[in-house]
Each structure stands twice: as C-alpha cells, then as structure tokens.
C-alpha cells in the first residue's frame, strides 16, 4: 500500500481550492477494506474525500495510522499459525 502526501485542487467558477490528504494506491481488496471502513464511521468521521479508481484514493490527511492499526488488526485476525 503506498500512502503519499498530496493536494488536491478543485476549480469552481473562477476560485480554485486546494485541500490536504493523503493518496493512498493500493490493491482492490484493501481498498474495498478502507472503503468499508470508512462506510462503518458516522457521517461526521468519513475520511475518504475522493474515489479516483477502483485501487486510488485521497483521504483526509490525520487518518493514516487509524488505516494503518485497522489493516493491522485485520491480517493479525486473519493469519494462520500452525499449532505447535
């Protein structure tokens, strides 16, 4: 998963905005992940500020490590260890 810091910009009418985030690039699966996770927060807690494709986001930039610790509990939940 490749997390970068960017900016977006958004033109409206003559006024063009940025707005700080992360990009984050990564497989279909984990974006389906993040995007389920961000489904699973209230409204005022989304992070996910643009879908560019299927494997490209733009989310808010103070959410990284919470994405990070989640992808985290998610492989430790879902890992084998054979038995001794």
Known sequence: MLIRWHFIF???ENMVNAIKG?????????AQ?????NASMPASEKFILHMLDPTNMF?????????RSKISEFRDQNSYEKPA
């Open 59 to 67: 989310v808010q930039p103070h959410v990284a490590e919470m994405i």
């Open 22 to 30: 992360l990009f984050i690039s990564c497989d279909v699966p984990m």
């Open 10 to 12: 958004q033109r409206a």
């Open 33 to 37: 992940f993040i995007v389920n996770l």
